[in-house]
Structures are given as C-alpha cells and as structure tokens.
C-alpha cells in the first residue's frame, strides 16, 4: 500500500492528520504500508511511524503552497505496491504516479477543491481531468460534494462516499474538574471554535455576530488571521465577550468540548471541505451552527438534526442561530444527543477505514 502526499507529522493540518491515522491504522489491520511526501529539508530520510514506512524526499522549493522535490518521483517509481493512494490536491505527487506507475491500482482521494489559487487552475485543469479519469475510484468524504464539485461531478460514477473518520476514543476522558473550572471562568453558554485562524474559516463573520449574542466565545488555535481578528475585537469592544486561548493541547482540549455549549463554524469559502474539529465536538455532546458551502460541512451537521444551518458570510443569521441555541437549553439537549450519536456512527476512525479497506478488495478483486 502507497500512499502520496505532500506533508507528514509533525507538521500538522486536516489532510496530514487523516494520512497518518489512515496508514498507521491500515498497518494495525494487517497491511504493509509506506507514505512518500516531501521533507521540509533538502535531504531525504525514511523513517518509521508506528510501522509506517515515511519516506520524506528532499526538498527544493515551496511554490503555492505546492512542495517541489525531484527525489519524489524517483521514491514513487521505486516503491511498487497494489494500489497507490493519492491525495489530492498535490499536483507533484500525482505527476509522480502518472509518470512513475508504482501500481496497477489507483485511488485517489479527493480532500478539496483548489480555491485560492484560480491562476495555477487555470493550467492545472486539463491535468487534473487526466488523474481523475486514470483513477480506479475516487474518494469523496461527502455527497454534497460529489454535486457541488465541477471537478467530481464529471466522475460521481467512480466516486465512493467515504467520509472522513476521527479518533474519538480521547474525547471521553475529560477531567471534570478542569471542565467546572473552565464553566466558571467565562461563565454559560459558552460559543467555542478550534481551528486554523485562516482567511476561509470566516472567523471575523462570527466575532461580527457575537456583538448580538448573549454568551461567551472561545477561540481555541492560532493562524494568520490572528492579528486583525484581535484587532476586530478591541475595536468592537467584545475582550469580555471574545477570548483567545491559543493552542490548546490534545490533553487539555476535551475539557473544553465538554465545557462548551455550542460549537461555531462559520466557515466562508469552499476551502473548508469537511470540518472535523466539528465531529469532534459533536461527539462530545455540542450542537453546531454552520454555514451551507455545498460542501460536507452540511453533511456533517444535519440541520434542525444535530444543529443549525446558516449561510455564508452571514454575520446576522450566525447571530440569530447561535442566540437561538443559547436561549433554548431543551433545543441544546435534543440536538446534542443526536450530534453525539452520529458522530460515533458515521464518523470514527473504525468507521471510516473498514469502508476504505473495502473498497480496496472490491478493486483488487475486479
């Protein structure tokens, strides 16, 4: 098993995470698995994750977000295997199958479609049509974007919705104590967000909405949108309504999902595929308010179901669901069973590799 992207742990990100819980739990199954990505140094190394094989090939350059390394189509080439995994978007890495051929087998899963960067779109297109077409299947993590895609639409006939799973199992620990403490600190309900503070996670919507809503928001994470962001709440007058908790570790971050009252995520733009500090705190009892992309933030939280809906780059219609949430404990209640439980069926790690494994005999036996 091959898998292909561009970054591995320790750098962190939604795609990095899922390729690393993804290979380290198909190694726990049985399966001989090695990752190739580019190394953030000039080298190449190959280490060991968990029974992984890492090969991280030396690095030229980064250009649009894109790590170049010529070493990486040598490590593709050379690494035969039954299907090789891409995932998209990198551009190198797919380059790297095409050429290369280290299987006759290719799935390809497809995170997001390519937002910010319309230019390198324009010339990235007819090549990303010739991947798809080469693929054997094509993970979609949601329906709705296998619909909304003008990409996937094209191929819904190869495409199988698997979306995308979550190790649950450390949410259920919370220390109480901490959970009282933080409840006392910043008082009820309490609105809270994890994330990268990006320009797409439509962050200063939600701090715009919080100016009409009667409870506290909690901002957990750090990014480049930082700076205005706490600009816009000095400016605005909400320090005591609005707190930035920084990066919260993986120890400490249960005590706030189990402290929280509602979830926010009031992403703008279709960068944000999935969301799955969503699932998270959906597991852990709290209803979210989200926006309609068209993408699988809508099919992770069901409206009216485990939470609301709202549109995009709606600073008034985020007030009104939050402020409806947080002046309705009964509401709360009956949408957080239902988030909890969905999280658990639709969305844990057991979950989502038993459907990948699956597809892949169904291809190896066809």
Known sequence: MLHVYKDFF????????HVRLLSREQVRRGLEVTVVVANPGGRTVVEDFDGVKVVKSGRLATVASTPLSVSLFAEVRKHK?????????????????????????????????????????????????????????????????????PYLSRFADKCAVIPFGVDLSWLDRPDETKVASIRQRYGSPIVFFVGRFRYYKGLHYLIEAMKSVSATLLLCGSGPQEPELR???????????????????????????HAGDIFAFPACERSEAFGISMVEAMACGLPAVCTELGTGTTFVNQHGVTGLVVPPRDPRALAEALGRLAADETLRRRLATAARERARQEFSQEVMVDRILGLYRRLLAA
């Open 81 to 149: 295997a039954d299907i090789t995994h891409l995932h998209f978007p990198y551009p190198l890495g797919e380059l790297a199958y095409l050429i290369g051929k280290p299987s006759p087998r290719m799935i390809i899963t497809y995170h997001s479609d390519i937002v910010r960067q319309k230019n390198l779109l324009r010339f990235y297109a007819p090549f990303l049509q010739r991947v798809l077409s080469r693929a054997d299947a094509i993970i979609a993590t949601s329906p709705n974007y296998v619909s909304s895609s």
């Open 231 to 257: 600009d816009q709440v000095e400016r605005e007058g909400l320090e005591g309504k609005v707190a930035f908790l920084g990066e919260v570790g993986d120890a400490e971050l249960p005590n706030y999902y």
């Open 10 to 17: 320790p750098v962190l990100g939604g795609i990095e995470n």
